[in-house]
């Protein structure tokens, strides 16, 4: 069952500001191979980690979105560079949260407070997805979307047959 986000909140994600990451001619240059990417683990998805803080509201509100949004979003690529990194992310997901431990703590990482590709793709697939479209229709839309004038995808796998 999909985990539907609030439409309100999940519109005001789309409109962050080039100022909240790269722009996309930074991100079509891989500039996150310089990035060292800061991680922070909390006790879930409610609890923020704190290079979060001083962070505009609607990232905030995303890095929540995407904690609570990994069946979908590690079906989704990511077009920054970060798969060609040594960082190797192989999702979007990967681009805000690391690890999911047992316990239920999430290692967060801050890779996508710095680059606008990131905040998009993950924006635009949550609201896809709470709009009633397929995990493959968005990996298409995003897949043909940003095929032109970014860096090759994370290596992300297919999503399961429907």
């Not at 609030?6 to 500001?17: E, G, H, Q």
Request: aromatic share 8%; proline share 6%.
């Amino acid at each position: 069952m999909k985990k539907i986000i609030p439409l309100v909140c999940i519109l005001a994600l789309l409109t962050f500001a080039a100022g909240c990451g790269a722009s996309e001619e930074e991100s079509s240059e891989g500039s996150h191979a310089g990035h060292g990417d800061q991680r922070q683990t909390t006790e879930g998805a409610d609890v923020l980690p704190d290079f979060l803080a001083e962070k505009p509201e609607n990232m905030q509100t995303l890095y929540q979105a995407v904690a609570k949004s990994k069946d979908l979003l590690t079906y989704i690529p990511c077009y920054c560079g970060c798969g060609d990194t040594p960082f190797e992310h192989k999702s979007n997901y990967e681009c805000f949260i690391h690890d999911n431990e047992k316990n239920g703590a999430i290692v967060w990482d801050d890779h996508a407070t710095r680059c606008q590709a990131c905040l998009d793709i993950a924006a635009e697939s949550i609201i896809d997805y709470s709009n009633g479209k397929s995990i493959q229709e968005i990996r298409d839309q995003i897949d043909e979307a940003y095929q032109d004038g970014y860096p090759e995808p994370t290596k992300t796998p297919a999503p399961p047959k429907a």
